[in-house]
């Protein structure tokens, strides 16, 4: 899907859902990519939210992406079928310490194929394995995930919202499959480094912490609730 904006640039828009058990970190997942902030504790997604997120990839290609954040507990509303059609994109996130709600990603699978059965085109769909700072408390091995992944022709992605640990090259990776642009391994260094400087610059000292938060409130004043631009080159 394409649309043009008010300089005549075409810009790619793109459907992308996000599933998963409540508790996982979808929400977290998202907040980091779209404006690189985390919580310690989020309110429970009821039914949906989305976020729209601007990308420039290698070779000028605008792109735009609408994120849907659909709640854990909707595996079994009536509506979420019609939140899942027409999307280009699934990402199937669950918590590495939770056994749980690996296993459960299944359910989710069967769900999104049955939605989908009538689409010309399957999405593209991303397997991702959350909370990776909590390394050593993990229960799903990469080798479970990198199978369920395979079996089902997945993409496998392990992050961390926390920490904002490879969310930026997630997203751009999933960006740059669906407009068809093939991504060096620099330039996923590049679209992850941008998430890694801004986590240091937290750490540094309070000073820069409050010259971060007026920045982000100049940025909000000026630009759409939700909608930041991002440059991969």
Known sequence: MSDSDDDGIEML???????????????SLIMRFCEDAFKQSYKQTIGLDFFIKRLVLPGNVHTTLQIWDIGGQQIGGKMLSNYIFGSHAVLFVYDVTSAESFKNVEDWLDVVLQSCKNQEKMPYL????????LNHLRVVKAEKHSLLAVENSMNAFFVSAKSGDKVNSLFVKVAADLAGVTLS?????????????????????????????????????????????????
Do not use: F, P, W
């Open 126 to 133: 991303g397997l991702v394995g959350n909370k990776m700072d």
């Open 13 to 27: 828009q793109y459907k992308v859902i996000v599933v998963g058990d409540g508790a996982v970190g979808k929400t």
């Open 185 to 233: 391994k620099a330039e996923l260094e590049v679209a992850e480094n941008v998430t890694t400087a801004t986590i240091v610059k937290h750490e540094v000292s309070a000073a820069n912490e409050h010259s971060k938060i007026e920045l982000k409130d100049t940025i909000k004043k000026e630009e759409r609730a939700k909608e930041k631009d991002c440059v991969v080159s």
